[in-house]
């Protein structure tokens, strides 16, 4: 059987190339496909903001006691969170830490030391689960601290007319607009893949990943812009 199919193999191979012409331009299909991957990754390259101007950015947004947007970025720059994981309470209640507190809300408990960000509500919870991070930040609990202005609680993002939380895609809205150039979240988490991979720092990114809620082999396949391997 298999010296038959060795023989036969060539001539089934031509018969194939000579009803079907366009196989024999496969290696040029490829290289014109390569060569616009690797121009789209080019193209966004360009339009991604660096790790210093959103380091900056971040710095700028507390000088300026702008602290709902210094949240919004320490939160997007550190942990590298999606949207929805920025609608949160801002809390005094020690009860939301508890392991026993069963929510779909995301809060921010404050204490005198710091901060602790439990996320109850973001896209793989169902994956990943809770999700706790402690912030010891000076800046960042200062900035939660002026923003809760002596209340039990108050929700990151608030409508102006009636002191009620917004929704989801206003937030998303308002996110964006918080943030460098209005870029948006998903372009800070490819700059800051892209940074920490430039520097060889695979620990950082599995950090990321794990704080964002993301395998790390997506990360690298969907948010790395300038290779494929690590």
Request: net charge positive; charged share 25%; proline share 3%.
């Amino acid at each position: 059987g298999i010296i038959v199919f060795v023989v036969l193999f060539p001539i089934i191979y031509l018969f194939i190339l000579s009803s079907n012409p366009w196989l024999t331009k496969l290696p040029e299909i490829r290289k014109e496909i390569d060569e616009y991957s690797q121009n789209k990754k080019l193209e966004l390259s360009a339009n991604l903001p660096s790790f210093n101007q959103l380091e900056k950015h971040l710095e700028e947004q507390y000088t300026s006691q702008n602290h709902r947007s210094y949240i919004i970025n320490y939160i997007l720059f550190n942990y590298g969170t999606r949207n929805l994981d920025l609608c949160m309470i801002i809390t005094k209640n020690p009860d939301v830490i508890k392991a026993t507190h069963q929510s779909n809300i995301n809060y921010l408990y404050l204490t005198n030391r710091y901060a602790v960000y439990v996320r109850n509500n973001y896209k793989t919870k169902n994956t990943y689960g809770r999700k706790i991070q402690k912030i010891y930040s000076k800046k960042f609990l200062n900035s939660a601290k002026e923003l809760l202005d002596g209340q039990p609680e108050t929700p990151l993002f608030l409508k102006i007319s009636n002191d009620k939380a917004l929704g989801e895609r206003s937030i998303s809205v308002l996110i964006k607009r918080a943030t460098f150039n209005q870029v948006g979240e998903g372009a800070v988490f490819k700059t800051l893949i892209n940074y920490y991979k430039e520097q060889g720092n695979l620990k950082k990114i599995k950090e990321l990943a794990s704080s964002r809620g993301t395998a790390l082999a997506t990360v690298l396949e969907s948010y790395d812009i300038t290779s494929d391997e690590i």
